[in-house]
């Protein structure tokens, strides 16, 4: 006797409450429900069902052994329906969130093709730099940049990114390029305000190290949309994220320094909660991002940009 039967005969008599319900919305006699238990249960060699005259109910064994029947049953029709012409379309709400610079720049775009793809789902973005949690708000994932906090959330790395010292054409022209991280002492510099994030400063490597620097300069501000604006017109020096100013370097607008002390790359992830039946409007998203993340043409900074600027390009470009 087929195995998959089985299981699906398990799954709908637990559902139904009873043979003659599993039976009847299949359309066979409830005989051959009840002899598929009992040969599944047979071939298990434990008691899944208690069966009575008023009611069935589950042994532990058949607990356990129903949540794993779901999943697997769940998962098998996932994976035929991602494949097959014509199969099941995702449908329903997605609620998502991201940070709110990167998200408006890498993933808002991205989202009205997704709906052009699935038009039965509909979809909220949260663009927030708050930490917010999945579970308890009803989130169904994010997208992180940055170290992970521990927790029960599970990943999917994206790509990757980092940390850059830019300043104009014109800010090098006029005040030099530091050789050293030291040497942003001497400089005009735009950190986020003392309230904002941020609370170890800039971060360079030296020696292998990581080296933390509190900087300060005439202009600071709690947006950083704002600093980069203020680096692009030559106000100062800015440490900026590779998905943000990669387009202004590629094009001289920006120029790399202090690019040998350069503080390793950062993750990319989309994180949401363990769940044994993902809802296909979900798993759909979460293969869309990571198709986008992996295509250069969408996504060019996520293993390109991340080497370092060859101080010859930084000394021409300036």
């Given at each position: ?5 089985q ?26 429900i009840?002899?598929r ?11 899944l ?37 014509g ?16 998200g408006?720049?890498?993933v ?9 793809r699935n ?11 708050r ?32 940390r850059?010292?830019v ?8 005040h030099?390029?530091?050789?050293n ?42 947006d ?9 017109e ?5 440490w ?17 320094v ?12 989309i ?21 986008c ?10 293993r ?15």
């Amino acid at each position: 006797m087929d195995r998959l039967k089985q299981m699906e005969t398990f799954v709908a008599v637990a559902n139904r409450g009873s043979l003659t319900a599993a039976a009847h919305a299949e359309g066979v006699a409830p005989a051959i429900i009840g002899r598929r238990i009992d040969a599944l249960e047979a071939r298990l060699g434990v008691k899944l069902l208690v069966r009575t005259t008023r009611r069935i109910t589950l042994t532990h064994e058949g607990v356990s052994f129903l949540e794993d029947c779901q999943r697997l049953l769940a998962d098998l029709q996932s994976a035929e329906s991602s494949v097959t012409a014509g199969g099941v379309k995702a449908s329903g709400h997605l609620r998502i969130t991201a940070p709110a610079g990167f998200g408006r720049k890498h993933v808002a775009p991205l989202v009205p093709e997704f709906l052009q793809r699935n038009p039965e789902v509909t979809l909220s973005l949260d663009l927030t730099d708050r930490l917010v949690d999945l579970v308890n708000e009803g989130y169904d994932c994010a997208v992180r940049v940055g170290a992970l906090a521990d927790s029960s959330l599970v990943s999917v790395r994206l790509g990757e990114s980092r940390r850059a010292c830019v300043a104009s054409p014109a800010y090098i022209r006029r005040h030099g390029a530091p050789q050293n991280p030291q040497d942003l002492q001497r400089h005009r510099c735009l950190p986020y305000s003392s309230v904002a994030s941020q609370p170890r400063g800039w971060v360079f490597q030296v020696d292998g190290e990581p080296l933390h620097l509190r900087v300060s300069g005439a202009l600071d501000c709690t947006d950083g949309a704002v600093l980069h604006q203020w680096c692009l017109e030559g106000h100062g020096l800015a440490w900026r994220s590779m998905w943000e100013v990669g387009e202004d370097l590629a094009a001289g607008r920006l120029v790399e320094v202090l690019a040998d002390f350069a503080a390793p790359p950062v993750g990319i992830h989309i994180v949401f909660a363990q769940r044994k039946h993902m809802p296909l409007r979900q798993r759909l998203w979460i293969d869309y991002l990571k198709d986008c993340f992996a295509n250069p043409v969408q996504w060019p900074w996520s293993r390109a940009a991340l080497a370092v600027t060859p101080p010859a390009v930084a000394a021409r470009s300036a």
